[in-house]
């Protein structure tokens, strides 16, 4: 199972007035623990007020450079954000997990591809990372991004993006949509239907694209797939990652008690439990240190196998069919079904 590792954040950048990103430096003997493809993320981990609090944060940077950095945006509320934003200094350290993350791209080294991306705010982070790994790795391959932002003072990368098409204009392709600002360079309104529709049947009506990308909202997600089959894109094709989830509360209508053997760390653990309580939260209020981050079904780190019994999961945004066949399954979305259930984190 993945464990964390105290890091040194070398640098903080100033990316927007509600935005930073944090430059981890990476010790020699961990480099190789901390190898990742374009589009992981990292779950960090901190005491804050004397609450721990763990988060999950895109990788930003390029998967060949000796540091690592992820960016994160402030939000109302956010303990995390908050403190990343405003009390966070370099030299501080901080628990962070190795890479993890489903969302990828792996460059083709001799292949010509045509990638497109949809990110909005936030979602703009692994998509960064992609976008250098493409430029970088492969050569003769092109990349369209539609990013989508209230206005250009909050549009994160923006200068670099910029720095980025100068030196591959040929390769490199950026459309800025901004809601509440209109600009000479950027469209007026939202990542929407009209949007998808413009970019694929108009803007680049020649261009065949062989992966699409999606970051952002749920319902921005949720569109631009359904526009993007309607034009003939294949699910395989369409890759997406929530940063926030709507459907991140499931309920059950399961009624009793459960034994419940939980494998992690090359330690098994026999614990009884509500039914109606989440196989995560049911190791967690037992002090297992069972891997987590957002709690919502939106990233992977809760990721384990059934071995023995049956589970119910009601949400399921990240998994596929076949992996939900091996017995995979999200212990934060998941629910003991059968009277008794062995899980293992090992061997996810």
Request: glycine share 6%; charged share 25%.
């Amino acid at each position: 199972m993945s464990q964390f590792t105290s890091l040194t954040i070398k640098n903080i950048i100033k990316e927007t007035p509600s935005a930073v990103s944090l430059v981890f430096e990476i010790p020699e003997d961990k480099q190789n623990d901390f190898s990742f493809v374009a589009g992981q993320f990292l779950t960090l981990k901190t005491t804050i007020d004397g609450e721990e609090v763990r988060r999950a944060y895109s990788i930003s940077s390029h998967p060949n450079e000796k540091t690592i950095q992820i960016s994160v945006k402030k939000i109302a509320d956010g303990k995390f954000s908050t403190y990343a934003n405003e009390k966070l200094k370099t030299g501080d350290r901080i628990d962070v997990m190795v890479p993890e993350g489903k969302f990828k791209l792996h460059p083709k080294a001799d292949g010509k591809q045509n990638y497109i991306a949809f990110a909005a705010g936030s979602g703009i982070t692994p998509i960064m990372s992609m976008i250098k790994t493409v430029l970088t790795e492969e050569k003769e391959s092109t990349f369209v991004l539609v990013y989508g932002n209230k206005n250009s003072s909050e549009a994160m990368f923006i200068n670099e993006l910029n720095q980025l098409q100068q030196k591959n204009p040929s390769r490199l392709f950026v459309e800025l949509i901004y809601s509440q600002e209109n600009t000479a360079s950027s469209t007026f309104g939202r990542i929407e239907r009209s949007t998808v529709n413009y970019v694929l049947k108009n803007k680049f009506k020649n261009t065949e694209f062989n992966d699409y990308y999606l970051c952002g909202p749920e319902g921005m997600i949720e569109t631009v797939q359904k526009v993007l089959l309607e034009n003939g894109a294949t699910k395989e094709a369409i890759h997406f990652e929530l940063f926030t989830s709507s459907n991140n509360t499931p309920t059950t209508t399961l009624e009793g008690n459960a034994t419940v053997f939980i494998t992690v760390d090359d330690e098994e653990f026999k614990i009884e439990t509500d039914k109606k309580v989440n196989l995560l939260d049911a190791a967690l209020s037992q002090d297992i240190d069972a891997p987590y981050s957002c709690k919502g079904g939106v990233c992977c780190s809760c990721i384990c196998r059934v071995t023995e019994g049956e589970v119910d999961m009601p949400v399921n945004n990240l998994l596929t069919d076949s992996e939900v066949a091996e017995g995979l399954v999200l212990a934060c979305q998941a629910y003991a079904k059968s009277g008794m259930v062995k899980i293992d984190f090992d061997d996810a």
